[in-house]
């Protein structure tokens, strides 16, 4: 099925292309001429090898009918999702990445060359023996993947483990920010194999934010998954909605597991006593018989929810462990060590009841 949805984009984006060759202005940011072809006066779009071009630069209007026909078109490649970004963050405009001709570039240089809206750049800056210093001045983000690069990453990352973003992204290629999923599926799991191209644009441009702390989707702290000890703050704790997203909020979140740490280890010495206690004193009156099984009551449901509440308190520290996040485990483990101290002197046996998760 997901292999078919791939399949489905990959045509999708070719009929795209195709069609977008036979309609220029397929969306427009403002109305434009109804003439089928970007605003391309200059002779320099006919001959950039020219040298009286090289300090020629692609005209405002035809940057934006360029993106604007591109983006009307595919709004989920790459290119127009670092457009949507640019646009809607002033704080990134001044950024190199954020200009016009190099939004124009993250889809003409080697995503979609052949669409209407890549017409100009294609004609200043496709041809090797371009003198125009924009064309190299303002380039594409490096290593930035094409739209079927990043649909392709994100189904084969979601063919092997089931994260946030996939359902979306598989159920709705069209629907899905392609960059942004794969980066965030990038940041939870950043060694897999699928994401050496989201390591090589990060690493060539650290700023961008689909590299940044927070998802670039959602504005949220993407948790990591990693399977080795490490620090940081973003990790999912039991719950899909318990992340600390700030320094304060995982302090928070290390006393509060502190302090369940600590009680669990009082709970194990309560339930050890009631067990010596119960040995000590007779069988109540208040039975029931099943053939050689015999239970009392009372006790044996009190024993029940206790072993209940051990056992899902201990998995559930297990569980937190196994986020392999050093702050996380040493609060568990000293909550432990400070249960101990604080309880073990009131245990009246040797040997504790075994805990849920050891």
């Not at 591109?70 to 970004?85: D, E, F, H, Q, T």
């Not at 090589?200 to 927070?214: I, W």
């Amino acid at each position: 099925m997901r292999f078919s949805n791939a399949l489905i984009l990959a045509i999708s984006c070719i009929v795209s292309a195709i069609q977008g060759q036979d309609h220029s202005n397929h969306g427009g940011m403002s109305p434009t001429p109804n003439n089928n072809t970007l605003p391309m006066d200059s002779p320099c779009y006919t001959d950039p090898t020219s040298a009286a071009c090289a300090d020629f630069k692609m005209e405002g209007a035809t940057l934006d009918a360029s993106i604007l026909s591109l983006c009307k078109a595919m709004s989920y490649m790459p290119g127009c999702s670092v457009n949507k970004i640019c646009t809607d963050s002033p704080a990134y405009s001044a950024k190199p990445w954020c200009s016009k001709m190099s939004i124009v570039a993250n889809v003409c240089q080697n995503d979609m060359p052949k669409m209407a809206g890549c017409k100009a750049w294609v004609s200043l800056c496709g041809n090797s023996t371009s003198v125009v210093k924009q064309c190299k001045n303002e380039p594409e983000i490096s290593n930035i993947p094409t739209t079927a690069e990043a649909f392709g990453f994100i189904t084969s990352i979601c063919t092997e483990m089931n994260m946030p973003g996939c359902d979306k992204c598989i159920a709705n290629p069209k629907g899905c920010d392609n960059i942004s999923t794969y980066s965030d599926l990038c940041k939870s799991m950043p060694e897999m194999s699928q994401c050496k191209k989201w390591s090589a644009m990060c690493n060539a441009t650290p700023d961008l934010p689909f590299c940044t702390s927070g998802t670039s989707s959602s504005g949220e702290p993407a948790p990591s998954m990693i399977m080795y000890f490490h620090t940081g703050i973003h990790e999912y704790i039991l719950f899909k909605n318990w992340v600390p997203k700030s320094k304060g909020q995982l302090v928070g979140a290390w006393f509060a597991i502190f302090f369940i740490g600590a009680l669990y280890e009082g709970f194990g010495v309560l339930r050890g006593n009631l067990e010596s206690k119960w040995a000590l004193t007779n069988q109540p009156s208040s039975s029931i018989s099943l053939g050689f099984f015999t239970a009392s009551l009372p006790r044996d449901t009190i024993r029940l929810v206790m072993r209940f509440i051990d056992a899902t308190v201990g998995y559930s520290l297990m569980l937190v462990t196994m986020t392999f996040n050093v702050a996380l485990f040493f609060s568990i483990i000293t909550g432990l060590a400070v249960g101990s101290f604080l309880f073990a002197k009131f245990r009246t046996v040797s040997v504790e009841p075994k805990a849920g998760c050891h």
